[in-house]
Every structure is written in C-alpha cells, then in structure tokens.
C-alpha cells in the first residue's frame, strides 16, 4: 500500500480447508453401508461350515488402517491450510542478507542471536503471513488476465488468504487472528494506489492495461505488505522493469543506521535511469515524489517512519527491530499523485479521540469496525461481507469526526502510466530478512 509524506496531506494505507482427498476404502457391494467395519474390531469367526464336513474354522486376518495422508501441494485456486503444508509449524525464511560494515558482527553476535531467539514466534507468525502471500500472489500472477472483473480478481486473492490462513472472518473478531492485512488493490494505468471495487462495480481489466495488484496478509496482526505490477503488452515492460530495480535497490540499501533520505536517492538514481516508447512518444519513468515507504507496526499498516523515493534530506536512521515496507512507484506522468474518486479504503484511527456520536448508525458501525477490523484497514465490500447494510451514512459520519480515516484513489494526469513493486523487510538483530521475497520477484 502507498504511503505519502505528511507535508503532501495524503494517508498511507498504507474456506474452507480443502485438506486432503480421503484415502479410505469405498464401502464394500454387500449390502454393508459401513463398508470394512472389521478394521476397527477384534478377529471376527466365520459361519461354522457345513455340518458333516470337518474342516476347521477360519479366521479373517485383520486389515491394517491406511492412513490419511496430509495434502503435500497448494491447491489450484489455493484453499489448503498453509499449516498442513508445513506440519511441523516452521515456516520458511524470506531472503536473509548480512549486514555489511560496521555492522558485520551482528551476523555472528551472541548476544543479537539470543534477541533473534526471544523473537522466534514472531518471525514465525511473519514466515508464516509471507509464505501465504508468495503462494497467493503466484497463484494470481499465472490466473489474472484481461477479461476477468476487477471483483472478481479481488475476491480471488481474498477467498485465498483466508483459506490459507484458515479464517475467514465472518465470525466477530476472527479476521482479527489472522487474513486480510488491508484490501487488495487493484489500480490501473494513472491510478497508483488505493483502489478496490466497491459493490456493483463493473471494470474488466483490458489487454493495453497496467494493473497494480498491492494486497496484505496478517497474521496475530503482523503484516506482510507486498506488491507488484502485471502487463500484458511488452511496450510496459521498460516501466516495470524500472520500478522493480528501484524497489530491489531500496532493498539492498536498507539496514541498521541508513538514512531514509539517502535511500531515496538510491531509488530515484536508478528508476530515472529508465525510459518507455509509447505510440511513437518516449516518456522518462519518474519516481512519484508524494508517495513513499514505510515502518508497518503490530495491526497498524503505516507506523512513524517513511522511505522517500526521491533524495531528500530526510534524516531518520532506520534500527533494530523496525519492519519496513520498501515500494517505489514510477510513471510516465508528472511524478505526483492527486487524491480522485470514490472512495473504497478506510481504517480506524488508533489515535482517536473519543467524540460523541449523535447518529445510531455511527455508533453501531464503529462497534462492528472495532470487534472485526481493530485498527486494520477495510473497504466496503468487507463491511458487506459481514452482512452490514445502509452503513454509508454512519460511515462518513465516523469519517467526519476523525475516527475513521478514508483513503481516496490516488492518480497521476490521465493518459499516464504507473507501476508498483514492494517488498517487507524485518531489520532483525543478525541479519536484514527480506520477508516476502520470492521467486517471482
């Protein structure tokens, strides 16, 4: 999700188990509807034979129980529990890079291993979210193709982090465990972020689009928040191409003592180092100066710290123990983006002042956003989703005394074209882990 400087005024937004197909015998064709019902019982006698005949009574040998066994791949759409892919519980690591200079020692410091140690479920509900958003996004980036709806494509990534997480949030407070860390937004062409449709909403992403697909998974409110880019014409491919070097180089540069301001230097330096051909016109690729990175804290998708994109003399040192979203935006527009359009993101605000509420409406809807969302961003398909109706009026009430913050669209001049790419990195004692890296990206 984009997150943009204070001095701009605009926000950051910043199933079922399908389990394992049963291994167990059909029922016998004897007329049993219980099927084998010896495996489970001691030698059962055969019908004493024939009289006249002598032979020896027989006894049935016991058949040994087969064994369900686990589900060991993603399913085709993902809907097995990421927690019977990996039974043990331990979840894989993202990219863990060694810090360099000054800060080499920590690699092998017994003393940052033992903090690494007292942090062990957390880095593990975090492998946990990111290996969620690896297996959905990658299911994504082979499926999404012109044609389909903008709805349909959210509800696709949607119904999958839940299933995988297993929670689907329909309970009160059970989304709050673990799922969605903020919609999944779906921003073509000059719209840059903060876009998810709403009910009734009608888009079908076309050939010649450029679609930003930015989602977020939790886990005990620990967000991994990625995104990336998707085109289908190649003459897009010096955009992406531009956006993903600058975000990879916002990676590579962050660490224990950077300074944020140095960092968007970095970024800048090599996403302007790119050009795009566009019918017959060559635009340069501009990184978007009012929207930046950010530190992500516990249900709270944009903490106190931002990462610019541009230089900027932003001193703040990034340190131990931060969690920073590095996502970078190029366009061929004017490199600035201006609020437009209905709105579809909101979150509570954790530092609200408590008002009092004259309409009902307000009043019940806050109660429903705090017992499901807490402090999570939503949209308004989620409030539908959970069966709310006729909320907009209570909504923009709790909008308008400051409890809940919108988040409109964000746009570039019409006729541009933007692109995204993000990646989470946790600043651990040791080491620098890139969270959510993948093979894809």
């Known amino acids: 999700m984009a997150a943009q400087p204070p001095t701009e005024d605009l926000s950051k937004l910043t199933v079922q188990d399908a389990g394992a197909t049963s291994d167990a015998p059909a029922a016998v064709a004897n007329g049993d509807a219980k099927g084998d019902s010896d495996e489970d019982e001691d030698d059962v006698e055969e019908a004493a034979p024939a009289a006249?005949?002598?032979?020896?009574?027989?006894?049935?040998?016991?058949?040994?129980?087969?064994?369900?066994?686990?589900?060991?791949?993603?399913?085709?759409?993902?809907?097995?529990?990421?927690?019977?892919?990996?039974?043990?519980?331990?979840?894989?690591?993202?990219?863990?890079?060694?810090?360099?200079?000054?800060?080499?020692?920590?690699?092998?410091?017994?003393?940052?291993?033992?903090?690494?140690?007292?942090?062990?479920?957390?880095?593990?509900?975090?492998?946990?979210?990111?290996?969620?958003?690896?297996?959905?996004?990658?299911?994504?980036?082979?499926?999404?193709?012109?044609?389909?709806?903008?709805?349909?494509?959210?509800?696709?990534?949607?119904?999958?982090?839940?299933?995988?997480?297993?929670?689907?949030?329909?309970?009160?407070?059970?989304?709050?465990?673990?799922?969605?860390?903020?919609?999944?937004?779906?921003?073509?062409?000059?719209?840059?972020?903060?876009?998810?449709?709403?009910?009734?909403?009608?888009?079908?992403?076309?050939?010649?689009?450029?679609?930003k697909v930015d989602f977020g998974v939790h886990v005990n409110g620990n967000i991994v928040d990625s995104a990336f880019t998707m085109a289908w014409n190649p003459r897009y491919d010096p955009l992406l191409q531009a956006v993903k070097e600058a975000t990879n180089a916002g990676v590579r540069e962050a660490g224990i003592d950077a300074r944020v301001g140095e960092i968007g230097g970095v970024i800048q330096e090599v996403m302007e180092s790119y050009e795009v051909e566009i019918n017959g016109t060559t635009y340069p690729v501009k990184s978007i100066r009012n929207l930046n990175g950010h530190t992500i804290l516990p249900y709270s998708i944009h903490g106190t710290k931002s990462v610019p994109i541009v230089k900027s003399n932003d001193q703040t040192k990034m340190e131990e123990g931060d969690v920073f979203a590095i996502e970078t935006f190029g366009t061929t527009g004017s490199g600035e983006v201006r609020e437009d359009g209905e709105v579809s993101h909101y979150a509570k605000r954790g530092d609200a002042e408590k008002v009092p509420l004259r309409l009902s409406s307000a009043k019940s809807l806050l109660n429903v956003i705090t017992k499901n969302f807490g402090t999570l961003p939503f949209c308004r398909r989620y409030l539908d989703r959970i069966g709310q109706e006729k909320y907009l009026l209570g909504l923009n009430n709790l909008v308008a005394n400051g409890i809940v913050e919108a988040y409109p669209p964000l746009v570039d001049k019409k006729g541009s074209y933007t692109a995204q790419f993000e990646h989470t990195i946790l600043i651990r004692p040791t080491v620098k882990e890139v969270i959510s890296r993948g093979d894809d990206y």
Not at 71 to 83: A, G, H, M, N, Y
Not at 145 to 172: F, M
């Open 52 to 211: 006249g005949t002598g032979a020896a009574k027989k006894k049935k040998k016991k058949k040994p129980k087969k064994k369900k066994k686990g589900p060991t791949q993603q399913s085709d759409p993902p809907r097995v529990l990421i927690s019977q892919l990996f039974p043990d519980k331990k979840y894989p690591k993202g990219e863990e890079v060694e810090y360099v200079n000054e800060n080499r020692y920590r690699t092998t410091s017994e003393e940052k291993r033992h903090l690494d140690n007292l942090k062990s479920e957390w880095l593990n509900d975090y492998r946990q979210a990111a290996e969620v958003h690896r297996q959905v996004r990658q299911w994504a980036q082979k499926t999404i193709k012109p044609g389909q709806t903008l709805t349909e494509i959210a509800n696709g990534i949607e119904d999958s982090v839940r299933a995988l997480v297993g929670h689907q949030g329909l309970e009160e407070g059970d989304a709050l465990i673990a799922g969605m860390g903020f919609p999944t937004g779906l921003s073509i062409n000059h719209c840059a972020a903060h876009y998810t449709p709403n009910a009734g909403n009608k888009i079908v992403l076309q050939e010649d689009d450029v679609l």
